[in-house]
C-alpha cells in the first residue's frame, strides 16, 4: 500500500521529517539558539538588594497568584517575585540566580525596531524590480 504524505525532507535524511499525511500532521523544532540568560545574584545579608556592575541595587519585590483553572481558590498559590534590572527571582531558588529573555536584551531590542528612512528602502527596492 503506497504512502500518500506530503511535507518536507533533510538533504540525505530518508523521512518526511515535518509534514502531513491528511490525518496526522508532525513536525519539529531544531533551535541550538540561546534563548535565556540566566544570572548569578550576590544578595545582600537581607536579601533585599543584589550587587550589580555599577554598584548595590535594591530588588523590587512583586505578588503573584497562580490560580489552578477550575480548581477551589485553597489550590492557588502566591509566590513572591524580585525583579532585578533586566531579569526575575523567586525565593525557591538556591543559590539565588534571576532569569531574562535574551529578547528583553537592548541589541536583540534594537534589531526589531524599524530602522530610520523606510520609505527610502521601499522605494530603492522598487526601483531594482523588473
Known amino acids: ?11 540525505g ?5 515535518a509534514g502531513s499525511n491528511g490525518q496526522i500532521a508532525w513536525g519539529f523544532t531544531n533551535a541550538t539558539a ?5 544570572i548569578a545574584l550576590k544578595l545582600s545579608a537581607d536579601g533585599t538588594r543584589y550587587q550589580s ?17 477550575g ?5 492557588s498559590r502566591g509566590i513572591s517575585v524580585a525583579l532585578a ?3 526575575s527571582h523567586t525565593d525557591e531558588w538556591r543559590p539565588p540566580h534571576a ?18 528612512k523606510p520609505k527610502a528602502r521601499v522605494a530603492r527596492a522598487s526601483a531594482a524590480l523588473p
Open 85 to 87: 534590572r533586566h531579569a
Open 1 to 11: 500500500m503506497p504512502f500518500q504524505v506530503s511535507g518536507l525532507s533533510l538533504a
Open 99 to 116: 532569569a531574562r529573555a535574551t529578547a528583553c536584551s537592548r541589541p536583540a531590542r534594537s534589531a526589531l525596531l524599524p530602522r530610520k
Open 13 to 17: 535524511a530518508p523521512a518526511v521529517v
Open 34 to 38: 540561546d534563548w535565556t540568560d540566566v
Open 71 to 75: 480548581a477551589p481558590a485553597e489550590h
Open 53 to 69: 556592575p555599577t554598584g548595590e541595587k535594591p530588588l523590587r519585590v512583586v505578588k503573584e497568584r497562580i490560580e489552578v483553572a
